[in-house]
């Protein structure tokens, strides 16, 4: 069973920084790998979608990477602003099982002080 | 394109009431997927369902929950005699094809909907 965790589960920085946050997961079978970004009381906006033979992608400051041998990915802001503060959620899509499902770690909550 | 569309955005329900949560996928999308996200926890699948058909209901609690997608209209996840627990958001995503034809796309997931159940 895919098991996915996401580490820090809170990170507060200032802004400008540079910053990563991290992504496990236990089956490396994966089709893909989603990073989403939720805002309070609102829905899923997907930042970046990595595929299982795909290292990395980029959009804008963001860079998500991909180790799908060693099960893990990051995601790393650049530059980051108050706008940033969210939760990030990290979702693989497993080749195993029902490849239907997404499975999400809890998500790491962002602040960005100004 | 309006992306996809849930409603309503929130609902308030008194213990032993009815629950329906509207999803309208994406313009040409004909798969849907329903989530949860409790309080303090991560998203968890409930049920994949292309039109007039279930195809996956393996995370769907085994009483009260059911959902639909008709050929014509919204997907409707129904929740029966609601209880304290099932409050939580509910989020629906869609996609234009079978998960397992093609690996390499991504979800687009509505704002979702939050039951309270008082």
């Known amino acids: 069973k895919q098991e996915v965790t996401q580490i820090p589960a809170a990170l507060s920085v200032p802004e400008g920084e540079n910053l990563v946050l991290n992504c496990s997961f236990t089956d490396s079978a994966i089709y893909n790998l989603q990073w989403f970004r939720q805002d309070p009381g609102k829905g899923l906006t997907s930042l970046l979608l990595?595929?299982?033979?795909?290292r990395e992608q980029t959009s804008g400051r963001l860079n998500a990477s991909l180790d799908k041998s060693s099960g893990r990915s990051t995601l790393y802001i650049a530059a980051s602003q108050p706008g940033d503060s969210a939760t990030y959620l990290c979702?693989?899509?497993?080749?195993?099982?029902?490849?239907?499902?997404?499975?999400f770690g809890s998500g790491t909550q962002l602040t960005v002080l100004p | 394109n309006a992306g996809v569309m849930q409603n309503p955005r929130h609902l308030v329900r008194r213990r032993g009431q009815e629950a329906r949560l509207r999803c309208s996928p994406m313009?040409?999308?004909?798969?849907v997927y329903w989530y949860r996200q409790l309080p303090e926890e991560g998203l968890k699948f409930m049920v994949y369902?292309?039109?007039?058909?279930?195809?996956?209901e393996s995370g769907m609690p085994k009483e009260r929950f059911s959902a639909e997608f008709p050929k014509e209209g919204p997907s409707i996840l129904r929740i029966q005699q609601v209880v304290r627990g099932d409050s939580a958001a509910y989020f629906c995503?869609?996609?234009?094809?079978?998960?397992?034809?093609?690996?390499?796309?991504?979800?687009?997931f509505g704002s979702g909907t939050r039951l309270t159940v008082v």
């Open positions: 995503a869609s996609s234009p094809i079978a998960p397992q034809g093609l690996a390499n796309y991504g979800y687009t």
């Open positions: 313009k040409g999308h004909s798969h």
């Open positions: 979702a693989v899509r497993t080749e195993s099982g029902s490849a239907r499902q997404l499975t």
């Open positions: 990595i595929q299982s033979s795909q």
């Open positions: 369902l292309q039109k007039e058909n279930i195809i996956d």
